[in-house]
């Protein structure tokens, strides 16, 4: 009866050793890891990037190191205006070419594909936007200022000492680009530069990345980026309106 009753309740059921507890561990860790990937390249894809910057044409805007916020376009920010600081593609060849290859920058470049390394910069500029499709926009007046339609800009922005240009220029932006400039005008090889044959100073608006809001490291450098306000009484290139 015993012996019967004992063949009938099964086998004993040893406890989990320890290779079981870990394999369950790592199990969790990878699953921990995986939303943590997904959640990141999403956020990354459609809401928020962190950018770095690496030299000094946005001074005093932005400095060396900074990491920058920037939302992704057009899910968050809407229609880039004069003032905005954006974040956009080199597809006109304003940079050297870089050669990003190797397995530290296949490492780099996953890392930023997620999210939880800040892009480079390598491939990309960030400057702000003095001009929008149909606007004209010249310098300078014999006060030394920049207009756009015809409307002197104050533009507090500007790095201290630096004038709003030392190179004339007086161009209209063609429909679906942009014309941009750095707040450190006498270091930034920006729209003015690229004036030549065979170039083109207008960045098309489909390069955008997105707008960058926030500096949010160093600590110390905590803050909103703005810009609009300067534009202000700028009118509208086809309806003479101010915005």
């Not at 990141?40 to 990491?67: G, K, N, Y």
């Not at 926009?137 to 920049?146: I, M």
Request: proline share 6%; net charge negative.
């Amino acid at each position: 009866m015993v012996d019967g009753a004992r063949h009938a309740a099964g086998p004993r059921r040893e406890p989990a050793g320890e290779g079981g507890g870990a394999l369950s561990w790592l199990r969790e860790l990878g699953l921990v890891v995986l939303i943590a990937v997904v959640i990141s390249s999403l956020l990354r894809a459609f809401v928020v990037q962190v950018f770095w910057i690496p030299s000094e044409s946005m001074h005093d805007t932005l400095v060396e190191d900074d990491r920058i916020a920037v939302l992704r376009l057009p899910h968050w920010t809407g229609d880039i205006q004069r003032g905005d600081v954006v974040v956009f593609n080199d597809s006109l060849g304003w940079l050297p070419a870089v050669d990003s290859g190797g397995i530290a920058g296949a490492l780099r470049s996953a890392g930023e594909f997620i999210g939880f390394v800040p892009a480079n910069g390598e491939q990309t500029l960030v400057k702000r936007v003095i001009g929008v499709g149909g606007d004209r926009v010249a310098c300078c007046t014999a006060a030394g200022r920049l207009t756009v339609n015809g409307v002197a800009v104050d533009e507090p922005y500007l790095a201290d000492g630096q004038a709003p240009s030392t190179i004339p220029f007086d161009v209209t932006v063609p429909e679906g680009t942009l014309w941009v400039m750095g707040d450190n005008r006498g270091h930034s090889a920006d729209s003015r530069y690229h004036m030549g044959e065979g170039e083109t100073p207008f960045v098309p608006v489909g390069d955008v990345v997105g707008r960058a809001r926030w500096v949010i490291w160093p600590i110390g450098h905590w803050t909103g980026l703005g810009g609009r306000e300067a534009f202000d009484e700028v009118p509208d290139a086809e309806s003479g309106a101010a915005r």
